[in-house]
C-alpha cells in the first residue's frame, strides 16, 4: 500500500493563478481531508469529505474548493493564488469519520505551496 | 476561546530528560484522545491514543488524560535526539473532525 499521495511536493505560483492539489489514497477509506499549516497556527481544517459524492467545509475554506468524484481521490482547487495561501497543505485519510480510535488519520507527506 | 490548546515552545532539553508536553481542551464531551509527531518536512502519524481518564504506556512514552481539569500530557522518558519533532495532540469531535493543538516543538540535544 502506497497510504496517502500527494502532488506535486513543491509549487510557486503567481498571484492569481489557479492550480489543483491532487491527493489519492489506496486504503478504502471513507474519510478523507485537507488542512494546512502554518507556523504557530498547527493543523487548520479546510475541506473534508465523508465520501464519494460528499464534501463539506472545515474552518478556513474560503478560496478553495474540493469535489470527490471516486473514493480513492481528493483534489484541492485553488481559485485565485493569494500570498496569504502560502503554506503546507496535508491531505488525510481515515476509515470513518466517527469518536473512535479508527478516526486515525493517514496523512500524505505534504505540498509546500508558494504564492508570490 | 480554542478548543485544543497547546503551547508551541520551542521545547530544548538535553539528552536523556524527561519531556512533559501538554494540551488542555475546553468540551467535557471529548473522550478520546491522540498524540501525533510529524518530523521536519513530512506529514504527521499517530504516536499514541488513549481513551478517557488514565495512563497509557508505550515504552519511553507515556499518555495522560486528567477529565476533571481537561489536560492532557504526553511524557517521554529518557529523551532521544531521534524524539526531536512537533508533537500535535488531536481530539476527534463528535462530528469526526480532528482538532488539533497547535504543536511543540521539541528539540533534544545530544
Known amino acids: 500500500n502506497a497510504g496517502v499521495t500527494q502532488t506535486p511536493k513543491f509549487q510557486v505560483l503567481k498571484t492569481g493563478q489557479s492550480m489543483t492539489l491532487q491527493c489519492a489514497q489506496d486504503m478504502n477509506h471513507e474519510y478523507m481531508s485537507w488542512y494546512r499549516q502554518d507556523p504557530g497556527m498547527g493543523l487548520r481544517l479546510i475541506h473534508y469529505s465523508v465520501g464519494a459524492g460528499i464534501t463539506d467545509q472545515g474552518e478556513v475554506p474560503n478560496g478553495y474548493n474540493v469535489s470527490r468524484s471516486t473514493t480513492e481521490d481528493f483534489p484541492l482547487r485553488l481559485l485565485s493564488a493569494a500570498p496569504s495561501q502560502t503554506s503546507v497543505y496535508f491531505c488525510?485519510?481515515?476509515?470513518?469519520?466517527?469518536?473512535?480510535?479508527?478516526?486515525?488519520?493517514?496523512f500524505g507527506q505534504g505540498t509546500r505551496l508558494t504564492v508570490v | 476561546q480554542k478548543e485544543v490548546e497547546q503551547d508551541p515552545g520551542p521545547l530544548s532539553v538535553p539528552e536523556g530528560a524527561i519531556v512533559s508536553l501538554n494540551c488542555t481542551y475546553s468540551n467535557s464531551a471529548f473522550q478520546y484522545f491522540m498524540w501525533y509527531r510529524q518530523y521536519s518536512r513530512k506529514g504527521p502519524e499517530l504516536l499514541m491514543y488513549?481513551?478517557?481518564?488514565g495512563n497509557k504506556e508505550d515504552g519511553r512514552f507515556t499518555a495522560q488524560v486528567d477529565k476533571s481539569s481537561k489536560y492532557i500530557s504526553l511524557f517521554i522518558r529518557d529523551s532521544q535526539p531521534s524524539d526531536s519533532a512537533t508533537y500535535l495532540c488531536?481530539?476527534?469531535?463528535?462530528?469526526?473532525?480532528?482538532?488539533f493543538g497547535q504543536g511543540t516543538t521539541l528539540q533534544v540535544k545530544p
Open positions: 488513549t481513551y478517557s481518564s
Open positions: 488525510a485519510s481515515s476509515f470513518s469519520g466517527a469518536a473512535a480510535l479508527n478516526t486515525e488519520a493517514f
Open positions: 488531536a481530539i476527534p469531535s463528535n462530528t469526526g473532525k480532528l482538532i
